[in-house]
C-alpha cells in the first residue's frame, strides 16, 4: 500500500495536478507517525502508511487550502467524513483539495500492546494478521485483531464520503454498538456516574491535545485560550475546571462531531473523552433524528435547526437511571 | 458556646429572557405574589443567549440550582430563539445528568409576560425542589466558596 501510495503521489507531484502531498512520515518511535506535507519526490522517500498511521489528516487542509495550488491528501473514511464537515462549514477549500481515499481495515493502538506487558518497543512489522514487536528484550508475536485501537473495534463506517479517487477498497457504513459503553453508564446510578467521571477527569493535565487534534474545533479563537475566561491553558486548580472544560469542549462540537475518537488517541492520560462526544450524538439521534455529521455537504446540523415540536428538557428526568 | 445550626438556603440563579420571564417577575412582583428571595434573577435579550457556559459558571459562582426561563415556543420576540435554546439546553441538561450532576438542579420554563402567578409558583416549586438536594457539591469550585 505504502508504495502504490508514493507511486500515485509521485505521478501526480510530476504532472502539476497538486504541489503538495498530505500523508505521514516516521516519528520519534516506530508507532508513532507524524502528519508531513511533502513538496516534492525526493522528501516522499520518507513517507509512510501502516497501521499506525492513525492521525486524522483533514484538520491541516484548513491552513493548507488556504496556500497556492492544490494539495494532494491521503484520506481515510474517517477523515474523509470530518473533510465533508470541514467543507460544510467553509473552513476548507474543497476545490484545492486532491483527495486520494484510502480503504481502511483499522489501526493499530500502541497502547494495547503496551498493555500486553510489552515493553521497550523497538520497532514494529506487520506479517500477515500480525505484528512482529522488536523489543529491548526479544521479538514478540501479537495478533493485530487483539491491538486494534478502540475506535475502529466499534467503527461505524469503512465508506468513503468524499474522494477523487480511491486506493484500495472502498467499505461500507456499519451498523455497529459504538453506544455500548455510552449505555453502559447511562444505566449506572447518578452517584456511579458522577464516581466513573471524576476518576477519569480528574487525570486531565490539561494539555489542550484533545482540542488541538479535533478536526470540528478549528476557531481561531478558542474560548480556553481567554486568560478571563477564568479556564484558560492552565492545569486545572479545582476539580470543577475538568469538568467545565470537558462539557464545553464537548458542546461546541456537539452536532459536528463525526466520531472519528481523536480525542481519545491524541489524551496522554487515556481519558476516554469519545464518550463524551458519543453521547451528545446518542441524544441528538434519539431526540433529533438520526444524524451522522461529515456525510454529506449540504445538510443542516442538529443544534442549528429545530422542530415546533422537539422535547422540552424535562425529558431528561423521564430518560435513563437517577 | 453553642453553635447556631442553620436551615439551608439555595442560591438559585434564574435567566430571565426580558421580553417575558423578565416582565413575568415584575408582574408577580405588582401582584404581591411571594417568591423566595434567594432567586437571582439575570436578565438576558432572549432565552437563546443563555450559553451553556453561563450555567456552568454560575455553578461555579455558587448557585445551587440555574432556571432558565424563556417565552413559550412561538412567542419569540426574535421569532426562533427559544427554539434554539431548547434543543441546546435538553443537550446540556442531558450531559450534567450523564456526569452525575444531580437532575433537578437544572431547569427550564416558558414563561410570559402574562403569567406573574406562574413565574411565583415555578421558583417556590424550584426552590423547594432545588433545598431538598441541598449545596451543590458536585460542580462546586472551592476557590469561589465564601469562608
Known amino acids: 500500500m505504502q508504495e502504490a501510495m508514493m507511486r500515485r503521489a509521485k505521478e501526480l507531484l510530476a504532472d502539476g495536478t497538486v504541489n503538495r502531498v498530505l500523508g505521514w512520515q516516521k516519528g520519534e518511535f516506530a508507532y508513532d507517525h507524524t502528519p508531513a506535507v511533502f513538496d516534492s519526490a525526493d522528501q516522499l522517500e520518507q513517507f509512510v502508511y501502516d497501521d499506525f ?270 | 458556646m453553642q453553635v447556631e445550626k442553620k436551615e439551608f438556603k439555595p442560591t438559585i440563579v434564574a435567566f430571565c429572557c426580558n421580553w417575558c420571564s423578565y416582565a413575568g417577575a415584575d408582574l408577580s412582583g405588582t401582584n404581591r405574589l411571594n417568591y423566595p428571595a434567594n432567586v437571582k434573577i439575570i436578565r438576558v435579550p432572549c432565552s437563546c443567549r443563555v450559553n451553556p457556559m453561563f450555567v456552568l459558571r454560575a455553578f461555579q459562582r455558587g448557585a445551587d440550582g440555574v432556571i432558565i426561563c424563556g417565552c413559550h415556543p412561538g412567542d419569540c420576540h426574535y421569532t426562533t430563539g427559544n427554539y434554539y435554546a431548547r434543543r441546546r439546553m435538553t443537550l446540556l441538561f442531558s450531559m450534567l445528568d450523564f456526569l452525575g450532576i444531580e437532575r433537578d438542579r437544572t431547569r427550564l420554563e416558558w414563561v410570559s409576560a402574562a403569567e406573574g402567578a406562574k413565574f411565583a409558583k415555578t421558583m417556590n416549586e424550584f426552590v423547594e425542589a432545588v433545598t431538598k438536594l441541598g449545596e451543590n457539591k458536585r460542580l462546586e469550585d472551592l476557590r469561589c466558596k465564601k469562608q
Open chain 1, 53 to 322: 498511521t492513525a492521525a486524522n489528516l483533514s484538520k491541516y487542509l484548513v491552513k493548507e487550502t488556504k496556500q497556492e495550488g492544490k494539495i494532494l491528501a491521503f484520506l481515510k473514511p474517517c477523515d474523509t467524513y470530518s473533510l465533508n464537515q470541514l467543507t460544510k462549514e467553509h473552513r476548507v477549500n474543497r476545490d484545492k483539495v486532491y483527495v486520494v481515499g484510502i480503504g481502511c481495515e483499522g489501526k493499530a493502538d500502541v497502547e494495547k500492546i503496551k498493555a500486553l506487558g510489552i515493553d521497550g518497543i523497538l520497532g514494529i512489522k506487520a506479517e500477515g494478521d500480525n505484528f512482529v514487536v522488536e523489543t529491548l528484550y526479544g521479538n514478540q508475536t501479537v495478533a493485530k485483531t487483539d491491538v486494534l485501537a478502540e475506535r475502529c473495534v466499534v467503527c461505524k463506517s469503512r465508506k468513503l464520503m468524499t474522494y477523487d479517487e480511491i486506493l484500495g477498497e472502498d467499505g461500507e457504513v456499519i451498523n455497529s454498538n459504538r453506544f455500548d459503553m455510552v449505555e453502559k453508564l447511562e444505566n449506572m446510578t447518578a452517584d456511579e456516574r458522577f464516581a466513573f467521571w471524576q476518576n477519569e477527569l480528574s487525570r486531565c493535565i490539561r494539555c489542550n491535545a484533545c482540542r488541538n487534534v479535533c478536526p470540528a474545533c478549528t476557531c481561531e479563537k478558542c474560548v480556553f485560550d481567554n486568560v478571563n475566561s477564568g479556564i484558560a491553558n492552565t492545569a486545572a486548580a479545582d476539580s470543577f475546571e475538568e469538568k467545565m472544560f470537558h462539557v464545553i469542549r464537548a458542546f461546541h462540537v456537539a452536532g459536528r462531531c463525526t466520531d472519528c475518537g481523536e480525542c481519545s488517541r491524541v489524551c496522554p492520560q487515556g481519558i476516554p473523552l469519545h464518550l463524551l462526544n458519543r453521547k451528545f450524538i446518542k441524544d441528538i439521534n434519539e431526540l433529533y433524528g438520526e444524524y451522522q455529521a461529515g456525510e454529506d455537504t449540504d445538510s443542516k446540523g442538529p443544534l442549528t435547526n429545530f422542530t415546533y415540536d422537539d422535547c422540552e428538557p424535562s425529558i431528561v428526568h423521564e430518560r435513563g437511571v437517577e
